[in-house]
């Protein structure tokens, strides 16, 4: 894995990272900074009813707030215990503040992609279906290019993250009732086959069961600590801004170690510019494409700056990190042992159960839509079920350090090929905001109808 780890560092520094961060700058120009601006209009778009869908609209899709946790249910998982403690633990308290930097711009991408998927969704057998594979395959009309998307995505997500989401629960759960990793997996396998037998309809309503009672929790053990500890946040905030630039480290290549760390685990975590979200955006009924874009802008944020932040606090507080090799889950669950006491193993492996069991479930979601692009055929899907079956149980043997490399070398190529897509059609997303912003400024509820933006010579979808 030393030539991986070595390709992986090579392929970030100069390639991904640089792609990142100028796509997310580009659609923040563009789109006027709305994720600074309209955070208010997320939220109400997240929350309000929908009064344009229609009484069928359970049979033909679901709705943005099911979208919206079936893709929380992939972005809250291990990237948020596991993947912050694994930052800090490689590239200390500053890799921190490059996530939120990331989260902060890259909810612009997001918007871009969801909001794409949303356009270039299709119907299929009463339920919508889409993603970057068909925006690529509509929108620039490059069936090869979305075939290419959809075997990287099978592989990056129905393979190396759902060997990741295994690999923590099987620790977790091993380090805390002693039963060996092998055993556990093969138990979250049969779980997982039993809830990915019902389709995306079922999905959904596990996830939106599920994400909003871990996170909760989760936070509310968060705030329990923050208070308890207040005096010392300034410090901690600190430790985050000095050594995101270099301020404390002794050797200058510190920082790109400390920066890279930041957006990949940031990428892990929120899967901004990842291709990944847009395919649970493109299931939702909604009246225009934008509404879905901003619920899913909005989800960059709850993931990186609520949930990943709280980890981050809860590490740096405890102080464990520095005189501890542990990492991953375990450096986690240590630092709240010194926090709560004994009991917060307990605690965190019944959250790292819930996060990336989750995770597993969104992620499963992701590859099914990318076969379904790829072959009409049910018995592939059946291979691939089959597959992710095979790919949780895998990963409660293998080593961390291993699982990293490998989801670090798969994420390289689904990011390259999305960003490039989506910035080949950021045009129409730029028509798609004006026409939402112009209803909008008229006291309108945004309505989309395809003759609004007629040049599309393919007729994707009914709107």
Not at 90 to 101: D, I, N, Y
Not at 349 to 363: K, L, P, R, T
Not at 410 to 431: E, G
């Amino acid at each position: 894995m030393e030539f991986v780890s070595l390709l992986n560092d090579i392929l970030w520094t100069w390639l991904v990272i640089p792609v990142l961060v100028i796509c997310a700058l580009w659609f923040t120009v563009r789109l006027g900074a709305f994720q600074f601006r309209h955070i208010g209009l997320m939220i109400r778009q997240l929350t309000e009813s929908n009064k344009t869908v229609k009484k069928s609209s359970e049979k033909e899709g679901i709705s943005s707030f099911h979208a919206f946790v079936v893709s929380l249910a992939s972005r809250i998982g291990t990237g948020n215990l596991a993947g912050v403690a694994s930052a800090i633990f490689v590239g200390g308290p500053g890799a921190v503040f490059w996530m939120w930097v990331m989260a902060l711009l890259g909810s612009a991408t997001a918007f871009a992609e969801s909001t794409l998927a949303q356009y270039y969704k299709l119907k299929v057998k009463g339920a919508y279906i889409g993603g970057p594979a068909y925006y690529m395959y509509y929108g620039l009309h490059k069936r090869w290019l979305g075939v290419i998307f959809s075997v990287c995505m099978i592989i990056t997500f129905a393979m190396a993250n759902q060997i990741m989401q295994s690999n923590q629960i099987s620790a977790s759960l091993s380090d805390t009732t002693g039963v060996s990793s092998l055993s556990i997996a093969v138990f979250i396998a049969i779980l997982i086959g039993v809830i990915i037998l019902g389709g995306i309809h079922r999905i959904a309503k596990v996830s939106s069961y599920i994400v909003p009672f871990m996170a909760v929790a989760y936070l509310l053990l968060a705030v329990y600590v923050i208070v308890a500890n207040i005096s010392l946040i300034p410090d901690v905030l600190y430790s985050i801004v000095s050594s995101a630039f270099g301020i404390n480290q002794a050797v200058g290549g510190a920082v790109g170690i400390t920066i890279a760390q930041g957006v990949k685990r940031g990428l892990f975590s929120n899967e901004a510019g990842e291709g990944s979200a847009p395919n649970a955006a493109a299931t939702a009924e909604t009246s225009h494409p934008v509404k879905q874009g901003l619920v899913q802008a909005l989800g960059v944020f709850t993931d990186t700056l609520v949930v990943c932040t709280c980890t981050a606090v809860i590490i740096l507080l405890s102080g464990v990190y520095q005189n501890s090799d542990a990492d991953g889950i375990i450096l986690t669950t240590r630092a709240l042992e010194t926090h709560i006491g004994p009991w917060a193993r307990y605690f965190v492996s019944a959250a790292i159960f819930f996060f990336a069991f989750s995770s597993i479930i969104g992620n499963y979601y992701y590859g099914e839509t990318s076969v379904r692009f790829l072959t009409p055929h049910r018995r592939y899907m059946w291979v691939f079920r089959a597959l992710t079956v095979a790919t949780v149980i895998i990963g409660g043997v293998m080593s961390l350090e291993d699982v990293w490399a490998i989801i670090d070398l798969c994420m390289c190529s689904i990011v390259l090929l999305n960003v490039y897509s989506i910035l080949c059609l950021s045009p129409k997303v730029d028509k798609l905001w004006k026409n939402y912003k112009s209803q909008l400024n008229k006291g309108l509820d945004p309505v989309y109808h395809k003759e609004m933006i007629p040049e599309d010579s393919v007729d994707v979808k009914s709107w």
